[in-house]
């Protein structure tokens, strides 16, 4: 039975991209739109956007469980029996009784084996509020959680105090401040890097071209998250507009489409859109600057437990139906960037370029419980226009052009290269 949708508050969590991490399991959740001063690329991307269905139940009301859910109950007689056993028994002091029952919980979540289905702790939860309003205070950088890689550095921001100080993408974060972070989530490490701008942090580091680890010293400062960035590639007939989208939160479409109007009105031979390192965001926003690109018809397919199915459509409005496009995307490219490119590649409205996309097909409704804490619940699961799957498998690119960290390292962007060149000429670079 169709049941009324919930308000566009309802969030997709992100990254990502690389989303909320898989608090317990290690993976990243691209989710890729946590922002430590960074942001949890959503490594603990968090991917924030609206649910086409209703939530399953309240965070702290009663919830009707089905025949199923009541053979999953908790065996609370256990758990009370285990307790006293480290009462009486446990050679050194309890935790708190919040530490023990944030860890019971932590452990009951990881059961399910969702990497986006996660448990963060009340004062980790509120990171995520101060997270929506795109500015905060910290280093300017993107992290996640990597399935035994640990916390790794995604993307540092040119010009702010990460970049500044010497921190590089790729890099594996050992300690904050002397915490060991080994066994904590991406969002909890955000927790520990972020603080009041002019104070500083010191992280210890594990670099891949260097034997040892080492430790560098940045000095927080207050980080404004560059949305959109744009610019005109070449001179004369042959030049390009070029167009990178940083996440999808509130005022994507917004930010982005006066942008695009600016390039149109140079009249390029074609368009590029950058998605690359883009952890997600709103599923609405995502709707919205599919919009500006793709003439009326269905977007996306979800799809939740209950088999209800939701399709939501593109109007025929868009600035940009008609111009050559080519859509830039990497690994770090995940949920509502995977929802733009996937449906650009199934209605062939452009080239997509790159590497194959991080593969988060799955949307999380997040609950506050009653201590303050956010649950994050996968909910249901997205397809593009043409039913296909990307979850767990992402988007393969129509061109596949890798960048190398050497390339990075150079200032070079052969995929960036592909994309020009493919618009000026029509012609697909040799596999």
């Known amino acids: 039975m ?25 993976m990243i959740i691209f989710a890729m739109g946590i922002a430590a001063g960074i942001t949890l690329t959503r490594g603990d991307f968090s991917f924030r956007g609206a649910s086409a269905f209703p939530p399953p139940g309240t965070a702290t009301g009663s919830i009707s469980a089905t025949p199923a859910a009541r053979a999953a109950e908790v065996d609370q007689k256990l758990i009370n029996e285990t307790l006293a056993q480290l009462r009486n028994n446990w050679y050194g002091e309890l935790p708190s009784s919040d530490a023990l029952t944030n860890g019971a919980i932590r452990g009951m979540v990881a059961a399910l084996g969702d990497d986006f289905t996660a448990y963060v702790e009340p004062k980790y939860a509120r990171m995520l509020e101060d997270d929506a309003s795109g500015s905060f205070e910290g280093i300017g950088a993107t992290l996640r959680s990597v399935n035994g890689a640990g916390i790794q550095i995604v993307r540092v921001f040119d010009g702010f105090p990460a970049a500044k100080a010497g921190v590089q993408s790729g890099d594996a974060i050992e300690s904050v401040n002397g915490v060991k972070v080994a066994t904590l989530s991406a969002t909890e490490v955000a927790a520990l890097i972020r603080g009041p701008g002019g104070t ?19 000095v927080r400062g207050k980080i404004v998250i560059p949305l959109v960035t744009s610019k005109m590639i070449g001179t004369g007939a042959d ?13 994507a479409r917004q930010q982005l489409e006066p942008r695009i109007r600016e390039l149109l009105d140079q009249k390029p031979k074609g368009l ?19 919009d500006l690109f793709l003439p009326e018809g269905d977007f996306i397919i979800e799809r939740d437990q209950a088999g209800n199915v939701k399709r939501l459509r593109t109007t025929n409005s868009g600035i940009a139906q008609t111009i050559p496009l080519a859509v830039l995307v990497n690994g770090g490219s995940a949920s509502a960037s995977e929802i733009v490119a996937g449906a650009i590649q199934d209605y062939g409205r452009g080239q997509v370029i790159g590497e194959t996309t991080f593969g988060k097909g799955s949307v999380q409704l997040p609950k506050t419980l009653s201590n303050g804490a956010q649950l994050r619940i996968t909910i249901e699961r997205w397809f593009t226009p043409k039913d296909r799957a990307i979850h767990g498998t992402g988007i393969a690119p129509d061109i596949t052009v890798a960048r190398s960290s050497e390339d990075s390292k150079a200032n070079r962007d052969p995929q960036l290269d592909a994309a020009v060149n493919f618009l000026q000429t029509g012609v697909k670079p040799a596999p």
């Open 272 to 290: 590029i859109l950058d998605l690359r390192d883009n952890p997600g965001g709103l599923l609405s926003q995502a709707v919205e600057v599919g």
């Open 239 to 251: 030049k390009i507009g070029y167009v990178s989208l940083y996440d999808f939160s509130a005022n």
């Open 200 to 218: 500083p942090v010191v992280l210890r580091l594990r670099r891949a071209d260097t034997p040892k680890p080492f430790e560098i010293t940045v």
């Open 2 to 26: 169709n049941q009324p949708a919930p308000s566009r508050s309802t969030q997709i969590l992100r990254g990502t991209a690389l989303a909320l991490v898989g608090v317990f399991a290690g």
